[in-house]
């Protein structure tokens, strides 16, 4: 068994894998609002024991921990950076941590690594060596796949595509650049052009909509308008797309990968917004490019931390553990 521990923000989910069945075989959340510093460690060790006892599993058949957190991590050292500003894991030892409560040795990823890795192993990336993951949230997820491997960079800070630049003016970034992709691309940026499309266009059917609802109108509010081919709702989102595309279309001719994948939450729109983000590449990119990219959705969801972690622990486990490798271990890496 490999336990795979998801931490975000507000919750941390426990999955249990059978690397024998290769499926997760358990599932379990715990609330870890108010909790700072090693007491975050603690109360999940607290739960795993309790949880344990609940689906009647011996402690010690579990082999090795896979753990996602959010924000910048430095995956050898075990050290969370920054944890999104949460838990006050500013420069946080969670590897040294965890291992101090838990016997099993723990293997450290962050959120936009694992969903690259789970795109990878078992998603959309399954079979391609060469990709990159956007990921659209309240923020704007990296990850760039070379030869199978997600790729670091030298400082351990690779694959933010959400910072840096003059991409738009839309949006202030919350990093404190004002221009960052991020403002505009996120979820969040993407509905605050809606708002503006709204104002420039009142008769429009995203406005009338707007006049049914009484907060700012959210992209699952208007999903239908796009989905059904609605011909502003479009417009509204290709626009929207802009600074995406652009961004996009330079690292496709710096990287050549052989796709880009679309996950977060917008990528719920399906192959509408695909065809959105196309029209704008095609714009931006030249075809002999653009023909040789497959651009495509994402295929975990909100199973991606968990799978990237578990992928995390299995690929440290063989690693660390070269000279007696478990057999099924090694099998489920190749599945
Ligand atoms: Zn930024």
Not at 39 to 46: A, R, T, Y
Not at 245 to 270: F, R
Not at 308 to 328: E, I, N, Q
Request: with cysteine; hydrophobic share 40%.
């Amino acid at each position: 068994m490999i336990l795979a521990i998801d931490l975000g923000g507000r919750s941390a989910k426990f999955a249990m894998y059978s690397e024998r069945e290769d499926k997760i075989v358990h599932r379990s959340v715990m609330d870890t609002r108010g909790l700072m510093g090693q007491d975050v460690i603690e109360k999940m060790h607290d739960h795993f024991v309790k949880w344990c006892y609940e689906i009647e599993l011996k402690r010690t058949e579990v082999k090795a921990i896979g753990f996602a957190c959010v924000g910048p991590i430095d995956p050898e050292e075990g050290v969370s950076i920054n944890a999104g500003g949460k838990f006050g894991w500013d420069y946080f030892p969670a590897k040294k941590t965890f291992e101090s409560y838990f016997s099993q040795p723990m293997y450290m990823t962050n959120d936009a690594r694992a969903a690259a890795i789970a795109e990878l192993w078992k998603g959309a990336g399954k079979g391609l060596s060469e990709f990159l993951l956007y990921t659209l949230g309240t923020g704007v997820g990296g990850g760039i796949v070379i030869g199978e491997k997600i790729y670091s960079g030298a400082h351990n800070l690779a694959n933010e595509f959400g910072h840096g630049g003059f991409i738009q003016d839309r949006k202030a970034c919350g990093c404190g650049i004002a221009t960052c992709l991020e403002g505009g691309a996120s979820a969040t940026g993407i509905e605050a052009y809606v708002q503006t499309y709204i104002k420039e266009n009142p008769n429009s059917s995203l406005a009338k909509l707007q006049k049914t609802i009484d907060h700012p109108i959210e992209i699952k509010e208007f999903a239908h308008l796009f989905q059904s081919g609605d011909k502003g709702t479009v417009e509204a989102m290709r626009e929207a797309l802009k600074p995406l595309a652009s961004h996009m279309s330079v690292v496709i001719y710096a990287l050549d990968p052989q796709a880009v994948i679309i996950g977060g939450g917008p990528s719920a729109l399906g192959e509408c917004l695909i065809d959105a983000i196309k029209y704008n590449l095609a714009k931006c990119t030249n075809k002999f490019m653009l023909d040789l990219v497959d651009v495509k959705l994402a295929k975990m969801g909100n199973d991606a931390g968990i799978y990237g972690a578990l992928y995390t622990a299995l690929r440290g486990y063989v690693d660390d553990v070269t000279r007696s490798v478990d057999p099924d271990i090694k099998e489920a890496i190749k599945k």
